[in-house]
């Protein structure tokens, strides 16, 4: 008996409806990104382990999927190493590669490579999967697209605000409403260092980054287990909790990290990026959030994540200021700012809120159903300029039952069916019937166009 075949957990199919619906959501992102004049690129699937390693944290690290070597790939390693069960020390030796965790690294590469040939400030978009050896849950995926856009060789905060405006335009079209939450990692920094574990800011950003996931007691846990001090979590527990408008929070956190020079120039950035967006139209609500993290070690400034206002599935976008991602590939003092937009997770939510157009579908405009030889040779020419002129069109491939055809054009969502039998092949013209209605039209072919695309 043969096996059921199945697909690795964290991974999905997707149908020709719901690829109509996910190409809607790339189009829209991809129009709004054009539109402030970034370009294209596109990176390998798999990258060196050297480029990926190293630039996510630990944890990131333990995320990669890597890729055995070619062949024998065990024939370079001593068999004592084997005996020592020792896995991150085995993986160097049969290695080499691995699947891109984000986009940002491999852009980071490209940039360092493709230098010479580069305009800057390099204004970028990708759109491409990532794969993450994460567990699979609701919203989570081991295999899933990123659509990212990023701005090279600029520290100004100009950039900043520009990706606030491409959030909330693209969101707009999409009709999702969200929050824009923002922080900037100089004030963690401040924070870290007026509590008196500035040497521990990884560990502190890592921590508060998962407080709306595992509330503020596990937070606190964890900080312990890292090393953190008793005195150190309990002047941290006041900063997590400020409220006030933006601007109100901005004066509090300033009062107590006044001292910290770092968290100052972050404060500073932070209300420069505030005052830009008082003079443009934001429609998304816009939050700073001091206990909004972004745990990715490369993060140096302004960092952002996005949330859905009507569906709990965590961050949709996010992304931040990195000052020297090109310099661990020895291209240094090169800025940058991006943000990723989740595919997957957008999906979700529209599909959850039904957002997605009714007539977003792959399916044809029109079929026209196949009486016999002699309808084909008719309808043939009529199908060419149908879709030569732009219209989605298909000609059934089989002389079945007209039951049988129109059932099939119900099942694929096509609005309109075309029938040229012995009566409109004698006067020149089709039968254009609407399936939603019912309604019939007798047109002449020249006329099929114009009706369709009204």
């Not at 964890?222 to 953190?228: D, P």
């Not at 972004?294 to 200021?321: C, D, Q």
């Not at 529209?350 to 157009?357: K, R, T, W, Y």
């Amino acid at each position: 008996m043969a096996q059921k075949p199945t697909i690795p957990k964290g991974t999905r199919d997707f149908s020709p409806i719901e690829m109509a619906r996910r190409n809607f959501i790339f189009d829209t992102i991809k129009d709004v990104f054009q539109i402030y004049g970034f370009q294209q690129i596109e990176t390998p699937a798999m990258e060196n382990l050297t480029t990926l390693m190293g630039k996510y944290g630990e944890e990131g690290d333990k995320l990669l999927f890597k890729i055995l070597n070619s062949g024998d790939f065990l024939s370079m390693v001593d068999p004592s190493e084997l005996n020592q069960f020792n896995s991150s020390r085995l993986t160097t030796k049969i290695a080499e590669k691995g699947l891109r965790y984000d986009l940002t690294v491999p852009f980071a590469r490209y940039v360092v490579q493709n230098q010479n040939d580069i305009v800057f400030p390099f204004r970028r978009y990708q759109i491409q999967p990532v794969w993450r050896a994460d567990r699979p849950q609701k919203g989570r995926y081991r295999e899933f697209y990123q659509c990212d856009v990023d701005i090279i060789g600029s520290c100004s905060l100009l950039n900043e605000v520009e990706l606030i405006q491409i959030i909330d335009n693209i969101y707009k079209n999409l009709g999702v409403r969200v929050t824009i939450k923002i922080n900037n990692r100089k004030i963690l920094a401040g924070i870290a260092e007026t509590i008196g574990e500035l040497d521990r800011i990884v560990d502190i950003t890592v921590a508060i980054d998962k407080l709306d996931k595992i509330g503020i007691l596990k937070v606190n846990e964890e900080l312990n287990l890292k090393g953190v001090s008793a005195e150190a979590i309990r002047k941290l527990q006041p900063i997590l909790s400020l409220t006030g408008s933006n601007i109100e929070k901005l004066d509090q956190i300033e009062q107590v990290i006044k001292d910290s020079e770092t968290g100052v120039k972050g404060i500073a950035e932070m209300r420069t990026i505030f005052n830009y967006l008082t003079l443009i139209d934001i429609e998304s609500e816009i939050e700073l959030d001091l206990t909004l993290a972004r745990g990715l070690n490369y993060y140096t400034g302004a960092i952002f994540e996005v949330k859905s206002r009507h569906v709990e599935i965590g961050s949709i976008t996010g992304g931040g200021r990195y000052d020297d991602l090109t310099g661990i590939f020895g291209m240094s003092g090169v800025s940058g700012v991006g943000i990723s937009f989740g595919a997957d997770r957008i999906y979700d939510v529209m599909l959850q809120l039904d957002l997605f157009p009714k007539n977003t579908t792959s399916a044809a405009s029109i079929l026209f159903i196949n009486f016999g030889d002699k309808e084909e040779k008719y309808c043939l020419p009529i199908v060419a300029d149908l879709r030569a002129k732009g219209i989605r069109t298909e000609i059934y491939p089989d002389q079945d039952k007209m039951k049988k055809q129109m059932n099939y054009a119900n099942r694929k969502g096509i609005k309109f069916v075309a029938l040229a039998g012995e009566s409109e092949i004698s006067q020149g013209m089709i039968t254009l019937k609407n399936m939603d209605t019912g309604e019939q039209m007798l047109l002449k072919p020249d006329q099929l166009s114009s009706v369709l695309k009204e």
